[in-house]
């Protein structure tokens, strides 16, 4: 590890939160953590929309697993999806109030990393920028692609290419760029410039390996076998109810199934009010369980009580980079998993030998859960060497050492190198 510096990180969703932006966020921190002073600026806990009480103090700090969090002040959507006017002041006003806390305290941080979607903030890495300070911008996606893809937005909008200059124009100012896919570095490179490739680095998501472990190493239990009030193999999804992962095939799947499962949704998000409708409507109550938002401490005991993991991407072109936490949270835990999906997923479950891949498809999805749940043998083989493969190539503290590492040289501790020249965004 290097020597101690002072770094900020600023994200628009940190815990209690849940989601894998707001994990991968904390994981990085509290890791990075152990040897160097690190602060979060994050808005008041307000995701999903809703399950917080707004708040309206200007700015309260918190020290959570030794890192300082400033949750400054921002507009706080309470209702279930909120539409864009209500979404832009959440993000916007809370650019503004990390920018100028950035600017009030420039002495007092040696690196700055901001994580994009939203892409407002890079407004306050513009700001470190122009005060001389290294930065580093992490992209988690294509915030702006998958908009359009999602029918967010209008491809030919002007919104649409505005937020691409100012993409633009963060990209090519930071010093380096962080990405969590090695295909999301290539989409970053072909679409914003491809002098862009010598800044990015690959930073993945990963897991806490001694947090997310198999039953039998924490209790003696038998996994996947399903609980004392319920005795059918459950097959889980944990994380965001959300518009880029294709739930409702999901759901459809569970009338498909020949072999007696519940499938139980874990977490919360904006298609949850429909997601329990089309549930109702299908007469399906009795197969699909809705649990809500949880403790991050529930989740792995969430996950060792299922037989199968259920990580499902929407087969999409703008998503072919997509890798969700929850694959390698489940495959650290011993479970199986079952994606859907192109391009990163697809790879990634078969390099890993963990589970299945499956198109969007009800019979599909359907077909991939039988073939598993009538396998318990099957299923601890691809549970053990999913495990292994999370365990070798992604831990969340060797995740993080590489991002101290890239942050250390940027400041000048490790060897006296020098951050980049920056470029001014092409036109």
Known sequence: MSDSNRYVFVSQRYPPEKGGNASRIRDLAVNVAEENSVTVLAPPASYPPG???????????????????????????????????????????????????????????????????????????????????????????????????????DADSPLVGASRWFQGLVLWTADRITVTTESLGAAVSEKYGAELADRVRHVPNGVDTDVFEPAAERTGSVQGEGTESDERPVIVYTGNLGSA???????????????????????????????????????????????????????????TDAAVGLAPIKDSPELAYAMPTKTYEYLACGVPVVVTGRGEVQRFVEVSGGGHHAEVDPEAIAEALDSLLAAPERRRQLGAAGREHVVEQYDRRAIANRLDDLLSRLVGADDGATAPQRSAVQS
């Open 245 to 303: 992962q294709p739930l409702e095939p999901c759901i459809r799947a569970m009338d498909e199934l020949s072999q007696d499962a519940v499938l139980r949704f874990v977490g919360d998000g904006d298609e949850r009010s429909r997601l329990e409708s089309l549930t109702e409507r299908l007469g399906l109550g009795d197969r699909v369980e809705f649990v809500g938002l949880v403790d991050r401490e529930a989740v792995p005991a969430h996950i």
């Open 51 to 153: 399950n917080f009480d707004r708040s309206w103090e200007r700015s309260v700090t918190e020290r959570r697993d030794g890192v300082v969090v400033h949750r400054l002040w921002s507009w706080q959507p309470q209702v279930e999806n909120p539409g864009l006017l209500r979404r832009l002041p959440y993000y916007l006003l809370f650019a503004l109030h990390a920018t100028l806390w950035l600017c009030w305290n420039h002495r007092s941080y040696d690196a700055v990393l901001t994580s994009t979607p939203p892409i407002t903030t890079g407004l306050p890495g513009l700001a470190a920028a122009l005060l001389g300070t290294p930065w580093v911008v992490d992209v988690r996606d294509l915030w702006i692609d998958n908009s359009v893809a999602l029918g967010y937005v």
